[in-house]
Structure formats: C-alpha cells, structure tokens
C-alpha cells in the first residue's frame, strides 16, 4: 500500500507547488464558512449539486470524514500582475482544477473510497444540472472544502501548510482524506 509520503510525490508529479500531510483531527465544520456559502457570492448555492444547499448539512459533512485519519492538502500558486488580475486567477483556478481531477483519479486506483474536498465549485460541467436534473458525473464531481464548512486558511495553519503565499499571488487548496 501507498503511504502518504509517496502521495505527496505523486501531488507534487502532477505539478502542484505545495503538498502537505493533513490530520483529519484539526478539521473543523463551521456554521460561518456555511454562511458564506449562503451569501451566494459565487453564484453557485443551490445551483451546482456539490454546493448548498444540495451537497447536504454540515451534520453530513462531519459524518463523511469520520473513518478517515489523514490525507493530503495540495496547493497552485498562480502569479498576478496585479491585485486586480482576474483572467491570471480564473487560469490558475482552472489549473489548479485539472491538476487535483488528475492526481484524485490517479488515487483512486489505491484508494477507492477516498473523500476529495476541492476549491470553489464545480466545474466538471459547463452549467450544472441541479436543480432540474440529477448530477451527470456523481462519481467524479468535487465538493469544495468551503461547502464542507472548512475555513481553508484555518486547515493550512493547523496542518503547517501556509496559506498566504506572498504579494501577486493566489492560491488555490484542495484536500483528499485517505483510508
């Protein structure tokens, strides 16, 4: 069996700048991180089935992490050129989406009953079918670590991963708990 260690090379293969052991034990499911979800800045609640209100409570969040010890935090950093550099953040969010898909079906294979914890909403569909529709890709959509209550920057700190990367910057986090 793979141990974390290889996990963290094989992140780190498919090109993320950042990798880190994470503790299932320093995950926290907030009500407030699930109120920001409710703002619906991101235009995305209750219309991506891997969002609130449809990716279920933060009772059912808890409950699909139990079982689980650690995992992994894996992190793109995209550079700006300047604070207001939007078309570098969507392509660094876009790069930092196909990087996680890959390295999540790459662990897989060992670890089939993994829980990935993606950043942002999905995107794996052009418009998300929800609510009309059923989810095309349940086996391969990702709920993001926002939808799950978890304060990303928080989750770094506690597991020595920093989240703040410097000035011109921006990063994306993602996680995957592990059997």
């Known amino acids: 069996m793979t141990d974390l260690s290889q996990c963290l090379e094989r992140a780190q293969?498919?090109?993320f700048e950042h990798a880190g052991n994470l503790q299932v034990s320093t995950l926290e499911f907030l009500p407030e991180v699930?109120?920001?979800?409710?703002?619906?800045?991101c235009h995305s609640f209750g219309r991506n089935w891997m969002c609130p209100p449809a990716c279920g409570s933060l009772d059912?969040?808890?409950?699909r992490a139990q079982?689980?010890?650690?995992?992994?935090?894996?992190?793109?950093?995209?550079?700006?050129?300047?604070?207001f550099d939007y078309e570098s953040m969507q392509e660094a969010g876009r790069v930092h989406s196909r990087r996680f898909h890959g390295l999540i079906d790459e662990l897989r294979v060992e670890f089939p009953k993994l829980l990935a914890m993606g950043a942002g909403a999905c995107t794996l569909c052009e418009v998300c079918s929800c609510p009309a529709q059923p989810c095309r890709f349940p086996d391969r959509a990702i709920t993001s670590m926002e939808a799950f209550g978890l304060f990303v920057s928080r989750?770094?700190?506690?597991?020595?991963?920093?989240?703040n990367r410097g000035p011109l910057t921006v990063t994306y986090t993602s996680c995957v708990l592990l059997e």
């Open 67 to 83: 079982g689980f010890s650690a995992g992994l935090l894996v992190q793109t950093v995209g550079k700006l050129e300047d604070d």
């Open 34 to 41: 699930r109120a920001m979800c409710a703002a619906d800045k």
């Open 155 to 163: 989750v770094c700190e506690r597991n020595g991963l920093a989240y």
């Open 13 to 15: 293969a498919f090109g």
């Open 60 to 63: 059912d969040s808890r409950r």
